[in-house]
């Protein structure tokens, strides 16, 4: 890898999300190598996808070189990788552009979709995880309509015109308030001749609220503002299968649907080597310690999505979400510097719960904060805010800044381009028994 060996202990964070960043950060200016690798050479804003998929925002807008981000540092190192695999006898790493040597490790991979081992459901369904996905998401949406203008057969425009999504945690949600807003301000001025009002969105959710993890007033108003803007809502439904045109759910409703977006849940994204039972507790994340160190190892930690520490206050791990990577990225740069000198001053993890928030749509929005719950264009502003805050890169907040002036002015999302043709391949699987959904 081109790594020079130095007299400094070697961290290998694998890894360039929220919490590796900020692992790194804290690791980059002591005497260590710090050695981050990535498959992508870019950090993703996650939480903006969403706007990428929906034409709002460009994909450079929430993506930064993690090489720019860490360029200042002397003793930093990034290679783009793909890690496959722990030797951890060895201390060694196993990627596609050879082994690689640790003295400490981090686990920072973060998670992937979780389809609960439904692969048909997984063969035809669209997911948002990624920057590409969210390309390809934004493609077949586009592409739907320009196919839905040509078609003679109603059954087949219905069906390209009928967006399901699946899960009303706030992905679900964002994303069904910005195709609602697309089918109100800009399907009936690009397609005139397209009768767009047969649009329907529609969000599926299993259990009775949604946004599961918020206050009862968040869940009622982002129901209400989901209603406001023409969303058909469906609760206690478990969608069952898939195969590339009917939905199908655990009660009598069905969709013909040429695209269903899952975004029903997440589970840790394991490497091979840390991935043994003993290891691997709720949702395939990794089992740590307070001090974010993998259980049975003592050179080897996990922070963010993919480590679940189990305490009282969250007996099945912290939420999935970036304020816990930073958090426990942060808090470990901290440890680990205090770890190389004696292990005994190593100080447990505590969770600062900062608050939740998402966003319907323009002027709607639902934040729940430690102390107080507030819903409308005040939360929505400070949504605005908070993203702008938490985006990396000075050059990013201000191109994200000016496409949300723009967009509010003129209610529009101009970046509705296909660039990059999304092909869906007509997979059929075969049917799997049904698999329970959470
Ligand atoms: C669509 C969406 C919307 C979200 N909205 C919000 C929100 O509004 N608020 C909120 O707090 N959270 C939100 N989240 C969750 C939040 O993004 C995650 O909790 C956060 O990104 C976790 O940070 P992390 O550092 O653990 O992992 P990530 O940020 O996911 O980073 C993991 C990194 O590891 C790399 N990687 C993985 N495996 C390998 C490997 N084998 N080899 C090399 N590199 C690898 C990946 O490329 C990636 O860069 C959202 C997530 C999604 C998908």
């Known amino acids: 890898m081109n790594i020079p060996q130095t007299s400094y202990p070697r961290v290998v964070i694998i890894g360039g999300g929220f919490g590796g960043i900020a692992l790194a950060k804290k690791l980059a200016k002591q005497e260590m190598q710090v050695v981050l690798l990535d498959k992508h050479n870019y950090h993703t804003f996650q939480p903006l996808l969403y706007q990428v998929s929906t034409g709002g925002l460009e994909p450079d807008s929430i993506a930064y070189p993690i090489r720019k981000i860490l360029s200042k540092y002397p003793n930093f190192y990034f290679r783009l990788a793909m890690v496959k695999g722990v030797d951890s006898e060895k201390n060694t790493l196993d990627t596609d552009i050879g082994p690689l040597k640790y003295d400490y490790l981090v686990l920072a991979t973060g998670s992937t979709t979780n389809f609960f081992g439904n692969k048909e459901i997984e063969a035809n369904s669209m997911i948002m995880k990624t920057v590409p996905e969210a390309l390809n998401l934004r493609s077949l949406i586009l592409e739907n309509f320009e196919e839905a203008l040509l078609t003679d057969s109603m059954d087949r425009q219905d ?17 069904a308030g910005a195709l609602a807003e697309i089918k109100r301000g800009i399907l009936p001025k690009d397609y005139p001749d397209l009768d767009t009002r047969r ?3 529609n969000i599926v959710q299993s259990g009775d609220k949604l946004l599961k993890g918020m206050s009862e007033k968040a869940s009622e108003k982002a129901e209400d503002y989901l209603e406001e803007l023409g969303v058909n809502v469906w609760k206690n439904t478990r969608v069952t299968s898939y195969d590339g045109d009917l939905v199908t759910t655990n009660t009598d409703l069905t969709f013909h649907t040429a695209t269903l977006i899952w975004a029903a849940g997440v589970k840790g994204e394991t490497i091979k080597g840390i991935d043994g039972k003993d290891s691997i507790t709720f949702s395939n994340r990794i089992k740590v310690n307070d001090y974010n160190q993998v259980e049975g190892f003592k050179n080897i930690f996990a922070i963010g999505d993919i480590a679940c520490m189990v305490s009282d206050d969250f007996p099945a791990g912290h939420p999935m979400v970036a304020q816990v990577a930073i958090q426990q990225g942060t808090h470990l ?3 680990l510097v205090a770890f190389l000198e004696d292990e005994k001053v190593m100080k447990p993890f505590v969770y600062k719960d900062k608050g939740t928030m998402a966003t319907v749509g323009r002027n709607k929005a639902v934040v729940d904060m430690p102390k107080f719950k507030f819903q409308g264009v005040f939360a929505w502003f400070v949504w605005m805010f908070v993203h702008l805050f938490f985006l990396i890169g000075f050059r990013n907040r201000v191109v994200v800044f000016i496409n949300w002036v723009y967009n509010y002015i003129r209610f529009d999302r101009e970046a509705r381009l296909i660039i990059r043709p999304y092909k869906k391949e007509k997979t059929k699987v075969v049917k799997m028994n049904a698999v329970k959904t959470e």
């Open 159 to 175: 069906a390209l015109m009928n967006f399901v999504i699946v899960g009303a945690g706030p992905t679900g949600v964002e994303l």
């Open 199 to 201: 649009a329907q969105i």
């Open 333 to 335: 740069g901290v440890n």
